[in-house]
């Protein structure tokens, strides 16, 4: 019960990177959540960010941050740093 009771920011956060196979070549998208499942099932579902429907995503990559403050941070670096991500964007199945 105490940890439904818990704020956002108190709950653990998780910094991530998704990835895919488009028409156009390999997209990625990073982002923070709360809920790692539940957060990849919305982008498959159509209901993540509007830059991420109609694609199927798979996780590439997460790492926890201890609060959201954090976790914006580490978002804001790791999208600015393509080098990372497009190294991450060669385990996608299918981009041999």
Same mark, same amino acid.
């Given at each position: =019960?105490? !940890?439904?009771?818990?704020? !956002?920011?108190?709950?653990?956060?998780?910094?991530?990177?998704? #990835?895919?196979?488009?028409?156009?070549?390999?997209?990625?998208?990073?982002?923070?959540?709360?809920?790692?499942?539940?957060?990849? /099932?919305?982008?498959?579902?159509?209901?993540? /960010?509007?830059?991420?429907?109609?694609?199927?995503?798979?996780?590439?990559?997460?790492?926890?941050?201890?609060?959201?403050?954090? /976790?914006?941070?580490?978002?804001?670096?790791?999208?600015? !740093?393509? #080098?990372?991500?497009? =190294?991450?964007?060669?385990?996608?199945? #299918?981009? !041999?």
């Amino acid at each position: =019960m105490q !940890d439904e009771q818990l704020s !956002d920011e108190c709950k653990s956060c998780y910094v991530y990177v998704l #990835g895919t196979c488009a028409v156009n070549g390999i997209r990625t998208y990073v982002g923070w959540t709360t809920n790692l499942e539940r957060r990849l /099932a919305e982008h498959n579902s159509g209901k993540g /960010a509007r830059s991420t429907r109609g694609r199927e995503w798979r996780l590439l990559y997460s790492e926890r941050a201890e609060d959201r403050s954090l /976790a914006q941070s580490r978002e804001y670096a790791l999208k600015k !740093d393509r #080098g990372f991500r497009k =190294m991450l964007a060669r385990h996608i199945p #299918g981009t !041999d």
